[in-house]
Each structure stands twice: as C-alpha cells, then as structure tokens.
C-alpha cells in the first residue's frame, strides 16, 4: 500500500523530457500527486524513482503514444481506483519534424506532426475531460506556441498544428466552462534544457544548435508559468500565456547577437 492521496493529482504527457519533465518537478517539489507518460518507459520510470525518493510523492507512470487512440483510452480509463480523479491535464506531448519549404516537405513528418500534436492531444483530452466532467471540476493545460500564432518561414506544418492547439483551447473552453473546467494554454517562443531542436532536426547536433547566439526561455521558466496557472483561486483562469526570451521579439524577430 502507498501513502494515501492527499493533494491533487496532475497528469503529464511528455514527461521524459523539456517542458514535462521539468513540469514534473515542479509539481512533486510542492507535494502533487504525478502520472507521467511517454513513450520511453526506463526514462519515466527513473523519473518516477527520483521523484519519490527526493520529494516523497507518489508517481504512477503510463506509457503509451499519443497518436494511438485504443491505447490512449485503454490507459486512462484503466488507471488504478486511486490515480482515476485527475484534477490537472498538462497536454505538454508534441514535436516538431523537419524545417523545409512546402513543396519540399517530408509527408512522413506532416502526418507525425498532426497526429502527435492534434490528434494526440484530442485523444488525451476526451479521456480525461470525461472524468473531470464526472467529478465537476478540473483544469486543462495545452502547450500551444508562438507558432500557434504567427508563422515563419519552413515553419507551415507545424505552425499549423500548433494553430489547431489553440483553436482547439478555445473550443474546449466553450464546451466545458458549463461544467466548471478551467481551461488554459502557454504559448511559448524558444525553449533550450529540451530536446525539441534534435527532433525537429532528426539528432543534427549542428542544425539542432539554434539557441547558441541568444538567450532563449528554458524549460525550467515554462513549468514555472504553468505552474503558476494552476495554482491560482479557482475563480481564476489565465486563458493564454505568450512567453518568450527578452531577445525574441516574434517567431521571426531574434537579436541573435549574443548571449545577453
Ligand atoms: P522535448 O522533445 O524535450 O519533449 C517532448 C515530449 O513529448 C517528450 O517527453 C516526448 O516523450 C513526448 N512525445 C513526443 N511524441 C510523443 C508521442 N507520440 N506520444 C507520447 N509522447 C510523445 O520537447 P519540449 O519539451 O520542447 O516539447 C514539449 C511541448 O512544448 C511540445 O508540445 C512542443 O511543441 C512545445 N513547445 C516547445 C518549444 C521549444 O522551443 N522547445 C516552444 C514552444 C512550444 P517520448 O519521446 O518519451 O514519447
Ligand atoms: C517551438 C518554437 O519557434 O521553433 O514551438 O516554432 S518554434
């Protein structure tokens, strides 16, 4: 038998890296019940050990991919008796695939990008919204982008995706607030401490190395806002945070002149 479930239990997708992972720590470091997921299973289960251990809470670890709809059902709705009443969805998974024209596109990597981004994100929220709904209370937190919007130049697909997130807070705020759901979004320009830039750039440390002229968000700074968002009255919902390091001004304006 664990400890019994005294604070609020968070969810995470993605948090075996960036954004999630540090999310995570934030969470266990001021006592919150965790279930992270991911794909890469030893990395949630280190992550599950180090929680435990250095902050004494409990962690329940789910793997599974996003993008597949029976195995995101099939988890959350067999989530142990104890871990069912989810009080915080923080729909942090996603990625971004490739960097190219339209025309010069990988198809591959529009449909990994949709899939993840999108669709995976609408599978986690129907499986959770429904619990929160049952229970007349909850909060739901996407991680959009600046991508989400304005768009840059190689950026379509992905600037798309991200779009779609935040269409897709907007409308899940207007299907919800009925039933007492806060629903917010961060949308934050460049983040480093994650590992966002060797995906999109299929492990190219030297196409990866974007943030070396500027000082970019870390991850650190976007699990503090998130956070921060959840933890306000619950007469409060900080609808959308636009976040970005003081040397970015736009997705396409960066003083790239040095570390300041
Ligand atoms: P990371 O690559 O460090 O983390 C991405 C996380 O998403 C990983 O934990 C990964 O876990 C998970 N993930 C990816 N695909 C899937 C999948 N199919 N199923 C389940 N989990 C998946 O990048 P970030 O921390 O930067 O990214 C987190 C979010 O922040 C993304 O939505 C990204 O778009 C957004 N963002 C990032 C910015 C940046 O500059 N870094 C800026 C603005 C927004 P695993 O591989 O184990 O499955
Ligand atoms: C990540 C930020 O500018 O690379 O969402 O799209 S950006």
């Given amino acids: 038998m664990g400890k019994p479930i005294l604070k609020k239990?968070?969810?995470?997708?993605?948090?075996?890296?960036?954004i999630g992972k540090a999310s995570a720590k934030i969470y266990a470091k001021n006592g919150y019940q965790l279930i992270i997921t991911g794909r890469r299973k030893e990395r949630l289960e280190e992550l599950k050990n180090k929680l435990e251990r250095k902050y004494g809470v409990n962690v329940h670890t789910l793997c599974f991919d996003v993008r597949n709809r029976k195995s995101v059902k099939k988890k959350i709705e067999g989530l142990p008796e104890k871990w069912k009443n989810i009080n915080i969805l923080l729909n942090n998974a996603g990625l971004a695939k490739g960097y190219a024209s339209l025309d010069k596109g990988n198809i591959d990597d529009w449909e990994t990008m949709i899939n993840t981004n999108v669709l995976g994100l609408l599978y986690v929220t129907k499986a959770v919204s429904k619990i929160m709904i049952k229970n007349n209370g909850g909060h739901i937190i996407n991680i959009c982008s600046t991508a989400g919007h304005e768009v840059y130049p190689n950026g379509n697909v992905y600037c798309a995706s991200k779009h779609?997130?935040?269409?897709?807070?907007?409308?899940?705020?207007?299907?919800?607030?009925?039933?007492?759901?806060?629903?917010?979004?961060?949308?934050?320009?460049?983040?480093?401490?994650?590992?966002?830039?060797?995906?999109?750039?299929?492990?190219?440390?030297?196409?990866?190395?974007?943030?070396?002229d500027f000082n970019p968000l870390t991850s650190k700074d976007v699990?503090?806002?998130?956070?921060?968002?959840?933890?306000?009255?619950?007469?409060?919902?900080?609808?959308?945070?636009?976040?970005?390091?003081?040397?970015?001004?736009?997705?396409n304006f960066i003083d790239r002149s040095g570390r300041k």
């Fill in 223 to 251: 699990a503090r806002t998130v956070y921060f968002i959840s933890t306000q009255p619950s007469h409060v919902n900080i609808q959308d945070v636009l976040m970005m390091g003081t040397q970015q001004a736009s997705s």
């Fill in 9 to 18: 239990i968070v969810l995470i997708t993605g948090a075996t890296s960036g």
């Fill in 164 to 212: 779609a997130v935040d269409a897709i807070t907007k409308s899940m705020r207007l299907d919800f607030y009925k039933h007492g759901l806060r629903i917010s979004q961060v949308s934050p320009g460049h983040v480093e401490e994650t590992e966002f830039a060797m995906v999109r750039f299929d492990g190219n440390k030297e196409k990866a190395s974007i943030y070396k």
